[in-house]
T-cell receptor, first 110, second 113 residues
Framework: SQQGEEDPQALSIQEGENATMNCSYK?????LQWYRQNSGRGLVHLIL?????REKHSGRLRVTLDTSKKSSSLLITASRAADTASYFC??????????FGAGTILRVKS | KAGVTQTPRYLIKTRGQQVTLSCSPI?????VSWYQQTPGQGLQFLFE???????NKGNFPGRFSGRQFSNSRSEMNVSTLELGDSALYLC????????????FGSGTRLTVV
């Protein structure tokens, strides 16, 4: 079974709005990563947050990590049509491999 | 710098055949991982190689195998193909395992008919 579970499964917003996706996982981790995938293409690494970090920013992205609740959130501010994609969280619960969640499909309408 | 290159991009094979997929990592990256993505199972880890050694293997049958060469290029092989092997196969590379995130290739879409 997958380690991470994203919520919601799908999200539809207007351009300019913020998008928030959540990820929950089951076991202890060293780090958690977020990836974006456009139309069944390869995944693009967005951000990595380590277990001793609580928040991290990268451009319009903000990631939080709560290890006590085993959860993370990805916030995309001022969304654009180009942000339309599937977003996955991935954890390193088992060393040397990533375990992915089922993903959140984000649609940004212009 | 060049990204992760996967070849071929698309492949159609018949049940029972075998297939070999290739992955060239980013120059200098020594870790290569393979993932299978299907609508039903999502992204599933296949195996990971570092310096020509398989360090970890996912829960896949023995029909799935791989190897890594001294130049860090990797191949994965699937023998006796089944319809359920139809998937997007993704390769990812990193400088060292699990340190800074992985760079993925565009994938090979395999269709088994």
């Amino acid at each position: 079974s997958q380690q991470g579970e994203e919520d919601p499964q799908a999200l539809s917003i207007q351009e300019g709005e913020n998008a928030t996706m959540n990820c929950s996982y089951k076991t202890s981790i060293n780090n958690l990563q977020w990836y974006r995938q456009n139309s069944g293409r390869g995944l693009v690494h967005l951000i990595l947050i380590r277990s001793n970090e609580r928040e991290k920013h990268s451009g319009r992205l903000r990631v939080t990590l709560d290890t006590s609740k085993k959860s993370s959130s990805l916030l995309i501010t001022a969304s654009r049509a180009a942000d339309t994609a599937s977003y996955f969280c991935a954890t390193d619960a088992n060393r040397d491999k990533l375990v992915f969640g089922a993903g959140t499909i984000l649609r940004v309408k212009s | 710098k060049a990204g992760v290159t996967q070849t071929p991009r698309y492949l159609i094979k018949t049940r029972g055949q075998q297939v070999t997929l290739s992955c060239s990592p980013i120059s200098g990256h020594r870790s290569v991982s393979w993932y299978q993505q299907t609508p039903g199972q999502g992204l599933q880890f296949l195996f990971e190689y570092f310096s020509e050694t398989q360090r970890n293997k996912g829960n896949f049958p023995g029909r799935f195998s791989g190897r890594q060469f001294s130049n860090s290029r990797s191949e994965m092989n699937v023998s006796t193909l089944e319809l359920g092997d139809s998937a997007l196969y993704l390769c990812a590379s990193s400088l060292v395992p699990d340190a800074y995130g992985y760079t993925f290739g565009s994938g090979t879409r395999l269709t088994v008919v």
